[in-house]
């Protein structure tokens, strides 16, 4: 082609010129792009369900008077708790919790009470409420008090009777109790008590051993005749051929 005449323009048929680096690296985030946005919705992790909080039980109103859930209806009026309804309260509960562990004289029930420091009008008031519904008994203590003291324990007249004065009994249930006693009865008790007591005294000589045994069946409430007879019995043998014979 002749000096001067510009080449002419390249036809179609000619390669296109190669993408530089960082637009191959542009059409590569786009194409990735259109690739996440053509997955399908089902791809995707759905979200955790929150579960609605449970409601809080409804209250059973149907023992309450009516004027709460109603207030057109006229209010009821409850009578507050006084004083002296609270102190005859404390009163009972005091005597019921020291009769439920044991039997108690009317006189030990009342100074428990002045104790407590309870007035004295709740102490009288509560003192007949026991003894109008048996709970308090003196006649009934005195007669069980015989019986265990006599029979389990082996204890004479004199002793059972101060006892039940350290109980506080009324005189005139002791007596009673104490004449129901019966004379024979007490003095075979005495018999087996000085008999058991005599075995342990075989060391002793006759002398020691009548001392010994004479205090030991004072200290358990027999005197008198009874006394004697029970002490013939078990350091002669006299009455019974169990008992232990001194020399």
């Given at each position: 082609m002749p000096a001067g005449v510009p080449h002419p323009a390249p036809t179609g048929?000619?390669?296109?010129?190669?993408?530089?680096?960082?637009?191959?690296?542009?059409?590569?985030?786009?194409?990735?792009?259109?690739?996440?946005?053509?997955?399908p919705r089902s791809a995707e992790i759905p979200p955790t369900p929150v579960e609605p909080p449970t409601p809080a039980p409804k209250t059973d109103l149907s023992h309450l008077p009516k004027f709460i859930e109603n207030p057109d209806v006229p209010e009821v009026v409850?009578?507050?708790?006084?004083?002296?309804?609270?102190?005859?309260r404390r009163a009972s509960n005091v005597s019921?919790?020291?009769?439920?562990r044991r039997g108690m004289s009317s006189r030990e029930m009342e100074l428990l009470l002045e104790r407590?420091?309870?007035e004295p009008e709740d102490i009288e008031s509560e003192i007949a409420r026991l003894e109008g519904a048996g709970l308090l008994d003196d006649?009934?203590?005195a007669e069980n008090l015989v019986r265990t003291l006599h029979?389990?324990?082996?204890?004479?007249?004199?002793?059972?009777?101060?006892e039940m004065r350290r109980r506080k009994v009324d005189d005139a249930a002791i007596s009673g109790a104490l004449e129901a006693l019966d004379a024979d009865d007490e003095l075979e008790r005495?018999?087996?008590?000085?008999?058991?007591?005599?075995?342990?005294?075989?060391?002793?000589?006759?002398?020691?051993?009548?001392?010994?045994?004479?205090?030991?069946?004072?200290?358990?409430?027999?005197?008198?005749?009874?006394?004697?007879?029970?002490?013939?019995?078990?350091?002669?043998?006299?009455?019974?051929?169990?008992?232990?014979?001194?020399?």
């Open positions: 048929d000619l390669p296109a010129p190669a993408p530089a680096p960082g637009d191959r690296a542009a059409a590569g985030d786009r194409a990735q792009s259109r690739s996440d946005r053509a997955k409850i009578p507050a708790v006084t004083g002296e309804k609270k102190s005859e019921l919790n020291a009769l439920a407590r420091e309870l006649v009934q203590l029979e389990r324990k082996g204890l004479g007249k004199s002793a059972i009777a101060a005495a018999i087996e008590v000085a008999v058991k007591r005599a075995s342990q005294l075989r060391s002793y000589d006759q002398e020691t051993a009548k001392r010994r045994l004479s205090a030991y069946l004072q200290r358990r409430g027999y005197g008198g005749s009874v006394l004697s007879a029970a002490m013939k019995a078990a350091l002669e043998g006299s009455g019974s051929a169990s008992g232990p014979r001194f020399s």
